[in-house]
């Protein structure tokens, strides 16, 4: 061990020893908590009030999660399924990685996917940690889960902040996951033994929330029609999730009226469209056409604006942009703008976009966003150095960033 992970695990042994002698005197006093106050400042004030709700309920003696049998049920309907299954190959890399157990719940508490390190997940398996498994405070009490659709906040619950001795050995960091109306839809936990905490799990965590809840943000349908335009690394039409098969010159018109809500007059849109080229304003006027019929008429005629609602990948990207979503807009950004591209519109747009996210990822300290944006830029020396030097000593990602930046100093 460095001395600086020697220093932390006796920090980390300490409080465990602390937390242990206050669980005691609450666990076996007669008046179940009620009138008990912390005599550590470790027993922060959201776990004292939780042992407090759930000795009524709990036995902090139980050894095993109550499960039930709908457990396949329920992930069919959950509408987190989508995100995670999009999300299943960076769960896994992370949590395995690490040494860690990744869970996702429903609202109710109720365990409905997990993946990770197989040793830990056999561990958690044995207290019923595991799909079916009930986790919320009524049946185990505090736990990162429970604690997490109670505060409706991200949290960590470290070794002896647990109510049941049997969870004890392990820390969980966890995050609960809103829809695009603001509900909670369950919770995302990433677990292990005590002697892998580490505070960069929670910036995991928070990361791969967000990516969820850009997910399911992207997919409502919300007040929309089911027209819409994919134009990050891609260029297509969709309406109801099928392709329309339109020319790219008109996949770039479409691009840049989604782009400019207040639209562009005849000459504007030409110029952005065709620059100094030689090409008639009938040119123009005929794409325009074609497009009304693609999207059900939805253009104004004498300003060039979209009339109706046409939801977009690049517009949702230039909204977390403007909003300093930093997260969101990694996880949206797919590519540049319509690639295969050389409208002048179009590289204006694509270059705002391209130095919007860039600059974001630069300015911020979270090194989930440097390495995710690293993999969509791989000749970008400033970001995967950027990462380097965010990510700790011991974190495994760092073996992943030093083979990009070697493949990209070698071009």
Known sequence: MRFDEVALFRTLTQQRAELEKEWSRWATSPTTGAQLTPRTPLLRNEVAQSWQRSLHTVDPSRTV???????????A??????????????????SKDAGYVAAVTDNDGTIVWTCGDRTIRRQGESVNFAPGGCW????????????????????TVFAAEHL???????????????????????????SSRWE????????????????????????????????????????????????????????EILALLALEPDGYTPDQLHTA???DRPVSSSTLKAD??????????????RRYTLTGPLSCDAVDLLSAIQSGDTGAAVWLYRGPLLPGSDTPGVLEWRDHLDVGVRSAVLASDRPEHAVSFGER????????????????????????????LHTAMRR
């Open 65 to 75: 999660a109550p499960g039930l049998d709908d457990a396949d049920d329920r992930w």
């Open 77 to 94: 309907e959950s509408p987190l399924r989508a995100p995670v299954t999009q999300l299943a190959e960076q769960l896994r890399s992370i």
């Open 136 to 155: 919320d405070e009524s049946h185990m009490g505090t736990n990162g889960l429970s604690l997490a659709l109670q505060t409706d906040s991200p949290v």
């Open 164 to 190: 049941v001795a049997a969870l004890h050995g392990w820390v969980c960091y966890s995050a609960p996951i809103h829809g695009p109306d603001g509900r909670k839809l369950g919770v995302l936990d990433l």
């Open 196 to 251: 892998r905490s580490h505070p960069a799990v929670m910036s995991s965590v928070r990361a791969l929330v967000t990516a969820a809840e850009t997910i399911l943000r992207a997919n409502d349908p919300g007040p929309r029609t089911g027209v819409r335009l994919e134009c990050l690394g891609t260029a297509r039409l969709l309406r109801d999730g099928r392709p329309v098969p339109l020319p790219p010159r008109q996949l």
């Open 273 to 275: 469209v065709y620059g």
């Open 288 to 301: 325009v056409s074609h497009l009304r019929r693609a999207t059900g008429g939805e253009i104004a005629n």
């Open 377 to 404: 830029v791989p000749d970008d020396l400033e970001i995967h150095e950027h990462a380097l030097r965010l990510l700790p000593g011991d974190d495994v990602r760092r073996a992943v960033v030093n083979a990009r």
